[in-house]
């Protein structure tokens, strides 16, 4: 069974663009969340999907947004970007909420 | 004060060592999660706990919910053991707060 994937890997952006990253999830799982990791605030968490409805959604500012598709695929936008948001941005997913996650290898967004 | 505290914030050890991790924490939580990541980013869930204790092959982990503590134990450390462990809570608003992780280095 695949893993999760996302799209792409590295991307590079310069302030006040916006940047949409992808997420597929594995085969069967349900739910999708998302998280911000930075040398300076380690791991923080974005959203959380299940069923196309936002569950959960942590402390970032409404730049910030998401989406999940009835294939249970997510993509999360951000816009009128900074160079603070230059992160990890890594998705998880699992069969349902509370379930064990399965993280995919990120996407590392650079913004000049 | 971070409402999740790891310690200690750097481990380095000889092979074959018993290692201990250790995560308190100051909230009402619904579940506990350990996580390593390796160099090069990728995460791995380890654990997610509620209660009690959890094996699995030569990592265990336990949780003592009245004293809002959570330990990460391997056994037989080995090289390969070598990452950050990242331990999470869940409180009762459903919020996700993470550590600051635990870099363990394993010596050959």
């Known amino acids: 069974k695949a893993g999760v994937t996302q799209t792409p890997r590295y991307l590079i952006k310069t302030r006040g663009q916006q940047v949409t990253l992808s997420c597929s999830p594995i085969?069967?799982?349900?739910?999708v969340s998302w998280y911000q990791q930075t040398p300076g605030q380690g791991l923080q968490f974005l959203f959380e999907?299940?069923?196309?409805?936002?569950?959960n959604k942590g402390n970032f500012p409404g730049r910030f947004s998401g989406r999940q598709f009835s294939n249970s695929r997510s993509e999360m936008n951000v816009s009128t970007l900074e160079l603070g948001d230059s992160a990890l941005y890594l998705c998880?997913?699992?069969?349902?909420?509370?379930?064990?996650?399965?993280f995919g290898p990120g996407t590392r967004l650079t913004v000049l | 004060k971070n409402e999740v505290e790891q310690s200690p914030q750097n481990l380095t050890a000889q092979e074959g060592e018993f290692i201990t991790i250790n995560c308190s924490y100051s909230?009402?939580?619904?579940?506990l999660h350990w996580l390593q990541q390796h160099p090069g980013g990728g995460i791995v869930s380890l654990f997610m706990?509620?209660?009690g204790k959890k094996k699995h092959g030569r990592l265990i982990a336990t949780i003592n919910i009245q004293e809002k503590h959570s330990s990460l134990h391997i056994t037989a450390s080995h090289p390969r053991d070598s990452a950050v462990y990242i331990c999470?809570?869940?409180?009762?608003?459903?919020?996700?707060?993470f550590g600051k992780g635990t870099r363990l280095h394993i010596l050959p």
């Open positions: 998880a997913s699992s069969l349902a909420l509370a379930r064990k996650q399965y």
């Open positions: 085969s069967g799982h349900r739910s």
């Open positions: 999907y299940f069923s196309e409805t936002q569950r």
């Open positions: 909230v009402g939580i619904s579940a």
């Open positions: 706990l509620s209660s």
């Open positions: 999470a809570v869940k409180n009762r608003d459903d919020k996700i707060i």
